[in-house]
């Protein structure tokens, strides 16, 4: 049963992680994973057999959650991309108060964590949102393909990057739903992807641990202003530009969608408790 449990929250993760307005690491924070799913990867050298055995039924649930909603996702994006987004941006919004919490966790926010989460926005909302206009990239070779598996794995793990946004700036959210619905990709692109996925996440796992037990509410603030910056990025539309806006039927079906969004995001938190228990 607790295998069949650690499946089915690894299936929400995945779902997650290739969600617009969604955050596989922010979900696993909230289904009360993350830390110890981080703390198995940086130590997984020790006990394996124990850690292998926590870790297999998450990554399975996670594997069917990108496979089967990716290419939900791409249907949707591809025939209502309007709308869709709009839903992700309520998602997003309605996720602020859930990720807000984890940086009062430990009860002690000071005035330097404020200091730190409006510096983190205001630099990563320049670079990120304003100062960064990439293209879609087409084909990606070797290198490439490496350097996406290390900024996917990076979406993934660290928490208050969300994949879709992130990925977004730099013109690769389609390149991420290729590759996650397996189309479209050849193994010349997944092994190097893969390999670059694995070494950032064996490194970035043992850094985030490292910094989580070092000071996890100074951590979490600059992961806080990073999730604000790249908010307005879920807009940024899957192969290029923003979402146009105009005064017709579908901005207020959008509008209702939006809405939607951020009611069920708003009230994640509650599902997620009654997922722990």
Same mark, same amino acid.
């Given at each position: 049963?607790?295998?069949?449990?650690?499946?089915?929250? &690894?299936?929400?993760?995945?779902?997650?992680?290739?969600?617009?307005?969604?955050?596989?690491?922010?979900?696993?924070?909230?289904?009360?994973?993350?830390?110890?799913?981080?703390?198995?990867?940086?130590?997984?050298?020790?006990?394996?057999?124990?850690?292998?055995?926590?870790?297999?039924?998450?990554?399975?649930?996670?594997?069917? /959650?990108?496979?089967?909603? +990716?290419?939900?996702?791409?249907?949707?994006?591809?025939?209502?991309?309007?709308?869709?987004?709009?839903?992700?941006?309520?998602?997003?919004? /309605?996720?602020?108060?859930?990720?807000?919490?984890?940086?009062?966790?430990?009860?002690?926010?000071?005035?330097?964590?404020?200091?730190?989460?409006?510096?983190? *926005?205001?630099?990563?909302?320049?670079?990120?949102?304003?100062?960064? +206009?990439?293209?879609?990239?087409?084909?990606? &070779?070797?290198?490439?393909?490496?350097?996406? /598996?290390?900024?996917?794995?990076?979406?993934?793990?660290?928490?208050?990057?969300?994949?879709?946004?992130?990925?977004?700036? *730099?013109?690769?959210?389609?390149?991420?739903?290729?590759?996650?619905?397996?189309?479209?990709?050849?193994? /010349?692109?997944?092994?190097?992807?893969?390999? &670059?996925?694995?070494?950032?996440?064996?490194?970035?796992?043992?850094?985030?641990?490292?910094?989580?037990?070092?000071?996890?509410?100074?951590?979490?603030?600059?992961?806080?202003?990073?999730?604000?910056?790249?908010?307005?990025?879920?807009?940024?539309?899957?192969?290029?530009?923003?979402?146009?806006?105009?005064?017709?039927?579908?901005?207020?079906?959008?509008?209702?969608? *939006?809405?939607?969004?951020?009611?069920? +995001?708003?009230?994640?938190?509650?599902?997620?408790?009654?997922?722990? +228990?």
């Amino acid at each position: 049963m607790e295998r069949f449990k650690l499946l089915i929250k &690894g299936f929400v993760v995945g779902m997650g992680g290739v969600s617009p307005g969604l955050s596989g690491a922010i979900l696993m924070v909230a289904l009360g994973l993350y830390r110890k799913v981080i703390d198995s990867l940086a130590t997984i050298n020790k006990d394996f057999k124990k850690k292998a055995r926590f870790l297999l039924p998450i990554l399975i649930g996670m594997l069917v /959650g990108v496979v089967m909603f +990716s290419r939900i996702i791409s249907f949707l994006l591809a025939t209502y991309e309007y709308q869709t987004r709009l839903t992700f941006l309520g998602l997003l919004l /309605g996720a602020i108060p859930l990720v807000y919490g984890e940086v009062k966790k430990n009860g002690d926010v000071k005035r330097k964590h404020y200091i730190i989460i409006a510096a983190t *926005f205001v630099v990563c909302f320049l670079v990120f949102t304003l100062g960064i +206009s990439v293209p879609p990239i087409g084909g990606l &070779g070797v290198i490439g393909s490496f350097i996406f /598996g290390l900024m996917a794995i990076t979406a993934t793990i660290v928490p208050g990057i969300e994949a879709a946004s992130f990925l977004s700036t *730099f013109g690769l959210y389609g390149h991420w739903l290729e590759f996650t619905s397996l189309r479209n990709v050849t193994i /010349g692109h997944y092994v190097p992807t893969v390999v &670059g996925a694995v070494i950032g996440g064996f490194l970035l796992s043992k850094l985030m641990s490292f910094l989580f037990r070092k000071d996890y509410t100074t951590t979490f603030a600059v992961l806080f202003g990073f999730f604000l910056s790249i908010i307005p990025n879920v807009l940024n539309t899957t192969y290029g530009g923003f979402v146009s806006f105009g005064a017709n039927s579908r901005t207020l079906v959008g509008i209702g969608l *939006f809405c939607v969004g951020f009611i069920v +995001s708003l009230s994640f938190g509650r599902i997620a408790k009654r997922l722990k +228990s």
